[in-house]
């Protein structure tokens, strides 16, 4: 460390430039152990699993009315099939899909789907809160050792266009 000397005759530390070079990032590739080449530090994770619920649709009049939403999948676990998918399902099909999930995985606390709305549930933000719980519930779910391994209806869920819920029943 630098010091300058005051009128007093103290040494005081000098002033540090908010512009100077931090040494974060050199004690954080010494910490790992090593330094680490640049294709390291930017190339794609052994494994990744990256989940996104996105643009949802309303379709149908009346009591027929839907909401589905597009889930869209990049992975490079061994377990799926695809590394890219993009499959639309409705919260009706998360439903079962949950329900088959804890009857599968009675080892694994599955947890809940954001709750059923009854009143404006075709408005943007109960449709936008509802698409933000159930990509989170997914998130958790395929994020979880046990299922990614183990459950045969997760990739089909979250891979398969054609999913049907009675193949699973």
Request: aromatic share 12%; charged share 25%; with cysteine.
């Amino acid at each position: 460390m630098t010091t300058a000397t005051t009128s007093t005759g103290f040494a005081t530390p000098a002033p540090v430039s908010p512009f100077a070079r931090s040494s974060a990032f050199e004690d954080w590739t010494v910490s790992a152990g090593r330094d680490m080449s640049v294709e390291e530090m930017y190339s794609v994770p052994e494994s990744f699993l990256e989940i996104e619920v996105r643009n949802p649709q309303t379709h149908g009049f009346g009591r027929k009315m839907y909401t589905d939403y597009e889930i869209v999948t990049k992975t490079n676990i061994p377990a799926f099939k695809l590394r890219h998918s993009i499959v639309r399902r409705r919260y009706s099909d998360f439903e079962a899909f949950r329900d088959i999930l804890e009857h599968e995985s009675t080892r694994v606390n599955i947890p809940p789907l954001p709750g059923k709305v009854f009143t404006n549930r075709f408005s943007d933000e109960v449709i936008e809160s509802r698409r933000e719980g159930l990509e989170r519930f997914l998130s958790i779910v395929a994020g979880h050792p046990l299922l990614q391994t183990g459950s045969k209806v997760l990739c089909a869920f979250l891979q398969d266009p054609a999913w049907d819920k009675n193949q699973w029943l």
